[in-house]
């Protein structure tokens, strides 16, 4: 912050290369848009984060740890986080994989699916309002882009 004025504080011009930071501009729609996609899933007891976990769980079920965080492109640490409310609640299950018993694997439970099929509702409102809000092939084409810079990135 630049100054104050009667007290108030005021901001420091942004220099060329803040505005143009493209995590930056990532990170603030992704909190506008998760903040509307919790509002839809309020009502079923899941944020948006869990109901992904869910919704990518029950794809690729059984899972490691490993392999979901791959898929939902987060680490482990805050995958286990996450896991952590849902194993509680009893919609997440972690077992012994049939193929080898040294391996751990993520399952949803039978109240996991009904969660799911029940969360599914609200977060296709959630879906239609960003729609109606962005346009459909706007947000189409949003999800392309991301995808691809999600791969450029990829390490």
Known sequence: MASSTGGRPTEA?????????????VRQAARQITQLYDEELAG?????????VLSRLSRIAPATVQDLAEALVMDRTTLAHNLKPLEREGLVVMGVAAHDRRVRELRLTPAGMAKLHEARVAWARAQARFEDAFGAEDAAELRRQLARAVEAVRT
């Open 44 to 52: 079923t007891g899941l944020r948006a984060t869990q109901y992904a």
């Open 13 to 25: 011009p942004l220099a060329s290369s803040e505005t143009l930071c493209n995590c930056l501009a």
